[in-house]
Every structure is written in structure tokens, then in C-alpha cells.
């Protein structure tokens, strides 16, 4: 299904077929869709970081933090850091300036720290994380390599916002799940103590998890945190549609997940069994019918592998 509808004075378009959606975050090689530009308060507050960025100074940051990014490394800096309390304060605008500087603040402050760290234990770096890569490139004299103060402070603001609120939206859905669909709950403990012996499960033990995986995925179809937007920026030629320039397109996730035709007519009934034999065997091979961590080059950093 796609329609159009008015935002205001701006027209969106929305896509649900998946072939479409390929289209637009796969198959752009022409880059006609960059990401929508977050504006007023949301702007102040996530800054320039990967997620907001296009072009080359995307694919800058997108390569530091291929290279550097790994889970554990934002247990550094999550467990210092507190700034969704002072976000619901207020959407007012002139308050947003002071809520942009409590947040660098909060940031600076684990800089500093850090940086404290590698001078008076004498380290010779500062640390293999992504917090010790963005500062290695912050101090770096290599221009091409060198990122400036407020990058470094906008990349983790990005990573805390992205990274939070999914996570505790799919938690929360998942125990809510667990709590309503007891013989999952009880396959899935048995799967944890079989493989684990009653020890906190290790990384690696984790991912051999398959009831765990199982009940994951079909948690994230179900109430898949995000949606997805996109613009163009000319116009273009999308199935038998000619869109012109400047139309926001959004992509309903949740749509597309629910929809009868890709996952049956029992597609709102929560079913881990349907990724029994893995995600392209529950979706045919059909790579953009099931999009929790988005698709293409920008694709979520935070999905394991
Ligand atoms: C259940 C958890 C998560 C879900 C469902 C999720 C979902 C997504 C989606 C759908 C996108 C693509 C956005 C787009 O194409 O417009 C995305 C991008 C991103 N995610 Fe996640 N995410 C999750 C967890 C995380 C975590 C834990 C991190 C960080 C550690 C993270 C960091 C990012 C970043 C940095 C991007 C932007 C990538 C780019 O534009 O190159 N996400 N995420």
C-alpha cells in the first residue's frame, strides 16, 4: 500500500512494499534519497552525528565507527551518562539552549575523565573502545583522520539516543511477551540454564541462544521501535510512480511487519516459531519485509552481526 498525505504544508509519501523499500535504501545508487534533516530542537540536541549526516562526512564517521564499534564499548560511557531525564523537561525552544549545554556538559565531563585517565596512568592510548577510537581521531595530526570537539560530542550523543531508546522499548515489549506467552518464557529459561549451568551467559554463549533469538525477532516485528524517512532530492522514478523532488517518504516499519500478505493471517499473533529456520527462511528471502535495524548502507550500528 502507498499514499500520500499532507504534514502540514509538507507532502509525505508512504511506502509499504517491500520492493519499493528496496528501492529506496538499497538500490540508491544515485544517492535520490538522503535522510530527512532533523530541524529546530531535535537539531540543537543530536547534532551532527552519524545518524544525522550525509555525504562524505557521513561515510567519515560511518568508517570510525565500523572500525572501532563493538557493544562493550558503550558501557563506558552509558553508565555516567543521564540526559533523557532533562529531554522530557520542555520542547521549548529557548530552553532547548540550555538543555544543549547540560548535555555537552555531561559529555565533556567523560571526556575529561578519560583523557585524565590516559595522563595520570601514563597509558599510551585511550582505550579500543569507540570512546578511546573518536578521541584517538580528536587528538590525531593526521588532518584527514582529525575530528573536531563537536563531532566527537555529537557522535555520542548519537550513540546514547540510538542506542537507548530501542533497547529499552524491545526489552520492555519482550518481557511483556515473555509475560503473557508463559511457554516461550519457559523454553527460553530452559535454553539459558541448558546451555549456560546456572553462570551469567558469556557473549559468545549468547549468541548460540536460538530460542532467545527466536523470540527477539519476533518481539522486534511485532514492536519494531523505529520508522524509517527519507526525501528526494530530484525527481525520480519509483515503480510506476515519477515522484518529484523535495516529497519526504516515510517508511512505516510496523506496516510492513504486520502485513498479511508477507506474514500470513495470523501476522499480529506473536509466533517465535516463524524464525525457527532463520530470518530469510521466515521472510522467503525477502530482505526488505522484515526491517527492524533498517537496510543498505544505513543499515543500525548497533545490530549484531
Ligand atoms: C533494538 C535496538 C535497535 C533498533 C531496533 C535500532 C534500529 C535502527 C534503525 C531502523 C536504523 C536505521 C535508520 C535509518 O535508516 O534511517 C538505525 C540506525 C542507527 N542505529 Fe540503531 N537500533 C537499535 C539499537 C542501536 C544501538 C544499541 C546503537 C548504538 C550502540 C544504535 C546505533 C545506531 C546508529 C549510530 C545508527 C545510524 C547509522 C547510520 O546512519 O549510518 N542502534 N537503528
Redesign the pocket.
Given at each position: 500500500m502507498n499514499f500520500l498525505y499532507w504534514h502540514g504544508p509538507q507532502p509525505q509519501l508512504v511506502f509499504t512494499q517491500p520492493e519499493l523499500i528496496k528501492e529506496i535504501?538499497m538500490n540508491d545508487k544515485e544517492g535520490a534519497f538522503p535522510?530527512t534533516k532533523v530541524q529546530g530542537f531535535m537539531e540543537k540536541f543530536l547534532g551532527q552525528?552519524?545518524?544525522?549526516s550525509q555525504g562524505e562526512e557521513?561515510f567519515k564517521?560511518?568508517m570510525l565507527?565500523n572500525h572501532a564499534?563493538h557493544?562493550e564499548s558503550?558501557k563506558v560511557y552509558m553508565k555516567n551518562f543521564d540526559c533523557c531525564n532533562i529531554l522530557r523537561k520542555t520542547h521549548d525552544e529557548s530552553e532547548s539552549d540550555e538543555l544543549q549545554q547540560g548535555v555537552r556538559a555531561s559529555i565533556m565531563k567523560i571526556l575529561k575523565k578519560r583523557e585524565e585517565n590516559v595522563k595520570t596512568e601514563e597509558l599510551d592510548s585511550y582505550g579500543s573502545d569507540f570512546l578511546g577510537k573518536l578521541l584517538k581521531a580528536y587528538h590525531s595530526k593526521d588532518e584527514t583522520k582529525k575530528i573536531s570537539l563537536d563531532d566527537m560530542i555529537d557522535e555520542c550523543k548519537?550513540?546514547y539516543i540510538?542506542?537507548?531508546e530501542?533497547?529499552t522499548?524491545?526489552l520492555s515489549w519482550t518481557i511483556l511477551l515473555l509475560a503473557t506467552h508463559t511457554d516461550w518464557q519457559d523454553r527460553g529459561r530452559k535454553e539459558v540454564l541448558e546451555l549456560s549451568c546456572q553462570q551469567i551467559p558469556s557473549p559468545d554463549s549468547i549468541s548460540r541462544l536460538k530460542t532467545r533469538s527466536m523470540i527477539i525477532n519476533e518481539s522486534?516485528r511485532l514492536y519494531?521501535?523505529?520508522a524509517?524517512?527519507?526525501k528526494t532530492n530530484k525527481e525520480v522514478k519509483l515503480g510506476k510512480l515519477l515522484v518529484p523532488a523535495n516529497i519526504e517518504i516515510l517508511i512505516p516499519?510496523l506496516a510492513v511487519h504486520h502485513d498479511p500478505k508477507i506474514w500470513g493471517e495470523d501476522a499480529h499473533l506473536f509466533k517465535p516459531e516463524r524464525f525457527a529456520e532463520g530470518v530469510a527462511k521466515a521472510t522467503n528471502n525477502n530482505m526488505s519485509a522484515y526491517?527492524?535495524?533498517?537496510?543498505?548502507?544505513?543499515?543500525?550500528?548497533?545490530?549484531k552481526p
Open positions: 535504501l535522510k552525528g552519524l545518524a544525522t557521513w564517521k560511518r565507527a564499534f557493544a558503550l548519537t550513540f540510538a542506542g537507548h530501542t533497547t522499548n524491545l522486534l519494531s521501535p523505529t524509517l524517512s527519507r516499519i526491517l527492524p535495524f533498517g537496510l543498505g548502507p544505513r543499515t543500525c550500528m548497533g545490530m
